[in-house]
């Protein structure tokens, strides 16, 4: 009976879509799965609205309400467009920048963006073509918008596409702002209350200028120019993985000095298909297997990658053996922050007004890099939105060196404030040459970093709970862990709880609570060890899925006792999951 109460009201929503309010493409889209004998397409389609969240839209790609397509992009665009007249009544002319990255569709929902805002009396800025999703954010602060759309999915696979929505600092939006959107977005209840038809005279068209005004800016953030002349031959291979840092990574690091940057070209031809990779996501090591072969081809000093929209950073290295590795999310913040912090202090410039971000799942070795130096570090959720939040509040008191998260994001810049991979990558190459100018690989930094400030071995695990029995699973799972937090991790005691649904640190030795200074809840729980071991557990916010993140320390007196402190660490952590049941 359930069954055929959600059919009807799907076919109800659907028919709406045959109207004459709708293109004639969708029309036929939407006929042929109200004509199919088999109704899982329609089902997907139409069982809800595609919902506009605090991240915007991102969805398979399709007709249907719970699709990305001209009609949900259309309702989220109108919505924000309606709230941006609220929130700047007296502002002469307000201004939008538009990007896209490469993915089927992107260009074409970037041009309707930019359309709807135009009908709407705003200016939009829109790139001639596809573009890093930090330079979006760049041109937002370049133009003095007010915000911004970047029409991406990120690392999705090749069906999705997405819709991110910024504010005027550049980062994506947070509170007031984000549910103020959503209630606007939420009013559009007809094709009808969007403006589709723009104005040509309200659209300018924005590339080259940009381009060089944003690299310009990152070679600013260089530090060693003298090292990288000395090593500017390094050979750095580079795959954009057919995405949008094919020409701004490569010519960034020509910028920096780099002249040795070799292509795998396969994957420098921009594709929303990604025909060469089964996902275009740089953590995976299947993703980088083109680049590694491309790097014992030619005997590579290092290996980067930037996922579809370069946001995020992909790294491999040299191990001890000769052997090429990836390095995970923690190392590549690790590193980043330690060249930063360290290098900043080799040169005089620390004030004792700088300061660094991580998130709070995010190693927590940084904190003692940043305290060996005198810097403050600042822990905020999940997400660069938080990041930019830390920035944003100490824009005019504090000096902000960098900030990332162990999902394989950095950000060394206040210009732009989402994570960006073009300077990451560039730094990550000068930070390469700065170690060699020292007498170290990568390897060998990455261990003189755990020798001076302590191991730490750090592994993610994602279960995934599909359905509406594997929604309540989730919950049960945070609610039973709340109610019987575990005494013991790993074989050390646990004794302190974190729970930023209440924002209460609980000391488990003698009951003392104190509250947590974080701008707002969210549902995660840390359990901190006696011997320096963090467990973290979050629901993902976008996926049915429960993600735990376990960071164990270790001990390494000299580079030598790296492989012991890894294979220690290890055996640890397959303990901790085993007590967490997974």
């Not at 995976?284 to 290092?302: G, R, T």
């Not at 300061?355 to 660069?384: H, L, S």
Request: proline share 4%.
């Amino acid at each position: 009976m359930e069954n055929e109460q959600l059919l009807k009201s799907v076919k109800e929503k659907a028919m709406v879509w045959l109207s004459e309010q709708y293109d004639e493409a969708t029309r036929a889209e939407v006929k042929q799965m109200l004509e199919n004998q088999d109704p899982t397409l329609l089902i997907e389609s139409f069982y809800k609205d595609l919902e506009f969240g605090t991240g915007g839209l991102r969805g398979i790609m399709g007709a249907g309400t719970n699709r990305m397509n001209i009609y949900t992009v259309g309702a989220a665009t109108q919505g924000l467009a309606n709230y941006l007249k609220e929130a700047f009544p007296d502002m002469p002319q307000i201004s939008v920048a538009v990007g896209h990255d490469v993915r089927n569709n992107s260009r074409k929902f970037a041009e309707i963006v930019a359309n709807i805002f135009s009908a709407n009396g705003i200016k939009a800025y829109l790139f001639d073509s596809f573009r890093p999703t930090p330079e979006l954010s760049f041109a937002i602060r370049h133009f003095g918008c007010q915000s911004g759309v970047n029409i991406t999915a990120s690392h999705n696979p090749k069906e999705y596409n997405g819709y991110k929505a910024y504010w005027a600092d550049g980062a994506q939006i947070i509170a007031p702002h984000d549910v103020n959107i959503i209630n606007h977005v939420n009013r559009i209840k007809s094709v009808n209350d969007i403006k589709f038809q723009g104005n040509p005279e309200l659209i300018e068209i924005i590339g080259e200028e940009v381009d060089n005004a944003f690299l310009t800016a990152i070679k600013g953030l260089s530090l060693s120019p003298d090292v990288i002349k000395k090593y500017h031959d390094l050979k750095i291979v580079y795959t954009p993985i057919h995405g949008t840092g094919v020409k701004m990574v490569p010519d960034s690091l020509r910028n920096y000095g780099f002249t040795n940057i070799i292509h795998v070209p396969e994957q420098d031809i921009p594709s929303g298909d990604f025909p060469t990779v089964d996902s275009p996501n740089p953590e995976n090591p299947s993703a980088m297997a083109m680049a590694i072969a491309k790097a014992k081809e030619v005997e590579a000093d290092l290996v980067v990658a930037s996922d579809p929209d370069a946001d995020r950073i992909g790294c491999v290295i040299r191990d001890t053996n000769g052997e090429y590795v990836l390095v995970n999310g923690n190392q590549i913040v690790l590193v980043l922050l330690n060249y930063l912090m360290t290098r900043n202090t080799e040169l005089g410039r620390i004030t004792g007004k700088e300061y660094v971000v991580k998130t709070i799942v995010t190693t927590e070795t940084i904190k003692a890099i940043a305290e060996a130096n005198n810097i403050r570090m600042y822990d905020c959720y999940t997400g660069f939105k938080w990041i930019a939040s830390v920035i944003r509040e100490n824009e005019d008191t504090a000096r902000y060196l960098g900030g990332g998260e162990e999902s394989y994001g950095f950000l060394a810049e206040t210009f732009a404030r989402d994570k960006d991979s073009v300077s990451a990558i560039s730094l990550m190459a000068e930070c390469l040459a700065w170690a060699k100018d020292k007498g170290m690989s990568f390897m060998e930094m990455l261990q003189d970093i755990y020798v001076k400030y302590g191991f730490s071995r750090e592994e993610g695990i994602s279960v995934v709970r599909p359905g509406k029995s594997g929604a309540e699973e989730i919950v049960a799972m945070m609610k039973a862990f709340r109610a019987n937090p575990p005494k013991s991790l790993g074989g050390s005691d646990v004794v302190i709880v974190k729970d930023y649904a209440d924002l209460n640190m609980t000391d488990m030795r003698d009951g003392h609570v104190e509250k947590l200074d974080f701008p707002t809840t969210s549902n995660v729980l840390q359990f901190f060890t006696a011997d320096g071991s963090k467990i973290s557990i979050r629901p993902s916010g976008t996926e049915p899925k429960i993600k735990f993140y376990i960071e164990v320390k270790g001990h390494m007196a000299t580079k030598a006792d790296y492989h012991a402190a890894t294979e220690a660490a290890e055996k640890k952590i397959a303990a901790i999951k085993k007590e967490l049941g997974i």
